[in-house]
């Protein structure tokens, strides 16, 4: 192979190309590794996927856990939640093969679901969609009052016609409609509400709907941090 060719000439040379391995597994992979196992175990890791499962594996365990915290202000009368998130949205991402664009979107779209939590009422599921005439089609999220949140994106894989220039993401969402569907654990039936939205930020969308549709002055807002090799280093709301 063209690998093994480029190896043997740069062995000829008496370049260490053990060396030239592991310094592009750290800065592409983010991972101290070796091939001391042989080149054809190496090249069946980088075959199979291993390395991107190790890597995410072995980045997860320097993170700090998630957390969430609720507190009270104004003698009660104002509440308020925070979200450390970073594992929570790499394992998203890892769960759901994402690229950094389709992360930043998903991830900020569950973090603000993850918000919802404390404003339910004993056992209840909520389940929030966004459906949009961007690129992304839209999002769904579900979140429970035991603490679980899932969601996805409609469009996983958002083409782009050439590099990001901001984090506006409204050319990805474009305008569209966020529906809320909460169910109780006596209900029959969900009960839904839909507005229309066309802010292109996520945080802004939530606010809109619970002071729209149920008259409820809200205020959400997240963030996500990526580093130099698009892993994210910090997310919360």
């Not at 075959?47 to 957390?67: M, P, Y």
């Not at 930020?201 to 606010?207: E, K, L, R």
């Amino acid at each position: 192979s063209m690998f093994d060719f480029v190896v043997d000439v740069l062995n000829a040379c008496g370049v260490n190309t053990n060396e030239i391995i592991d310094f592009l597994l750290q800065e592409i992979y983010g991972i101290e590794s070796s091939i001391q196992n042989g080149r054809e175990a190496f090249l069946n890791d980088v075959r199979n996927g291993s390395l991107e499962v190790n890597a995410q594996n072995e980045f997860l365990q320097t993170l700090e856990e998630d957390k969430l915290r609720i507190f009270t202000m104004a003698e009660g009368r104002v509440r308020g939640a925070l979200f450390h998130g970073t594992r929570f949205v790499n394992q998203l991402r890892a769960q759901h093969n994402l690229g950094i664009l389709e992360t930043y979107i998903l991830g900020q779209a569950s973090l603000c679901g993850a918000l919802t939590i404390p404003m339910m009422k004993d056992m209840e599921h909520t389940s929030i969609k966004f459906e949009g005439n961007g690129p992304a089609q839209g999002y769904s999220v579900e979140a429970s009052s035991t603490g679980f949140v899932r969601s996805y994106l409609f469009n996983e894989h958002i083409q782009l016609d050439k590099p990001l220039e901001s984090w506006d993401l409204k050319p990805f969402l474009g305008e569209g409609t966020i529906t809320f569907s909460r169910i109780h654990k006596d209900d029959k039936y969900p009960q839904s509400s839909t507005v229309e939205v066309n802010s292109g930020n996520i945080a802004t969308d939530f606010a809109t709907y619970f002071a729209q549709s149920e008259q409820i002055n809200t205020a959400f807002n997240s963030s996500i941090q990526f580093d130099k090799q698009g892993r994210v280093i910090g997310a919360g709301a």
